[in-house]
């Protein structure tokens, strides 16, 4: 079982970066997929971005390749999102997820692969 907790959401203008952290606890994350998902109001939750188990490989959704960057530290057994160039449409509920993987590259972009969710936190962005 793993237990995540998200942080580091709240309101931010255009423009602006916000770092989110994504603190699991239960078990050591290294053997772990994790994720990024958002869900703004009366959407879909979506993919924003992934990596592997060892943070070597990434991957990211198209409307935040390039802004957002995705990173783990397993020591600290948290996962980290980094958003810059915010704009209006990224405002949304944000997800931590995980699920144990043993291959080397990262999952895919469906949420159906991930076992374990975090509560979420609010990034509002004001243009």
């Known amino acids: 079982q793993v237990l995540l907790v998200e942080s580091g959401g709240g309101l931010a203008q255009a423009g602006d970066s916000l770092r989110l952290s994504c603190a699991a606890s239960?078990?050591?994350?290294?053997?772990?997929?994790m994720g990024w998902f958002r869900q703004a109001p009366g959407s879909e939750r979506e993919f924003v971005a992934n990596?592997?188990?060892?943070?070597?490989?990434?991957m990211y959704a198209g409307s935040v390749k390039g802004r957002f960057t995705i990173s783990r530290d397993n020591a600290k057994n948290t996962v980290y999102l980094q958003m810059n160039s915010l704009n209006a449409e990224d405002t949304a509920v944000y997800y931590c997820?995980?699920?144990?993987?043993?291959?080397?590259?990262?999952?895919?972009?469906?949420?159906?692969?991930?076992?374990?969710w975090g509560q979420g936190t609010q990034v509002t962005v004001s243009s």
């Open positions: 239960g078990r050591s994350v290294s053997d772990y997929a």
């Open positions: 997820a995980a699920t144990f993987w043993v291959a080397p590259g990262t999952p895919g972009n469906s949420k159906s692969e991930y076992v374990y």
């Open positions: 990596v592997n188990r060892g943070g070597s490989r990434t």
